[in-house]
């Protein structure tokens, strides 16, 4: 049993940075970030392969969002630049052997960390 902790989020300023870090109780394969705002399904953000040489972003993140991960550590990064307001949502951490942009791809999944972009 993978047991996933996300910690990071916060309250920024519309254009401000933060990041993300989930750590992992154990050897994950791909690692995913989804985000979920209130009434709205949870949605692919990135994900990143067991090397780290392969990443996916969605359109609406890409060029503001880099997700890396330090296998040594066992944990991911999502580090978010230029932020928006639209970016504001509950953020999970996701591991699984499929992986992918759906959330059926993973099996285990973080509790979520609120992360809220003023205007």
């Known amino acids: 049993q993978v047991q996933l902790v996300e910690s990071g989020g916060g309250l920024v300023q519309a254009g401000g940075s933060l990041r993300l870090s989930c750590a992992s109780s154990?050897?994950?394969?791909?690692m995913g970030w989804f985000r979920q705002a209130p009434g709205k399904e949870r949605d692919f953000v990135a994900a990143?392969?067991?090397?780290?040489?392969?990443?996916d972003y969605a359109d609406s993140v890409k060029g503001r969002f880099t997700i890396s991960r330090d296998n040594a550590k066992n944990t991911v990064y999502l580090q978010m630049n230029s932020l928006k307001p639209e970016d504001t949502a509950v953020y999970y951490c996701?591991?699984?052997?499929?992986?992918?942009?759906?959330?059926?791809?993973?099996?285990?999944w973080g509790q979520g960390t609120q992360v809220t972009v003023s205007s």
């Open positions: 990143i392969g067991w090397s780290g040489s392969t990443t």
């Open positions: 154990g050897r994950t394969f791909t």
């Open positions: 996701a591991a699984g052997l499929e992986g992918g942009t759906y959330p059926r791809g993973y099996g285990y």
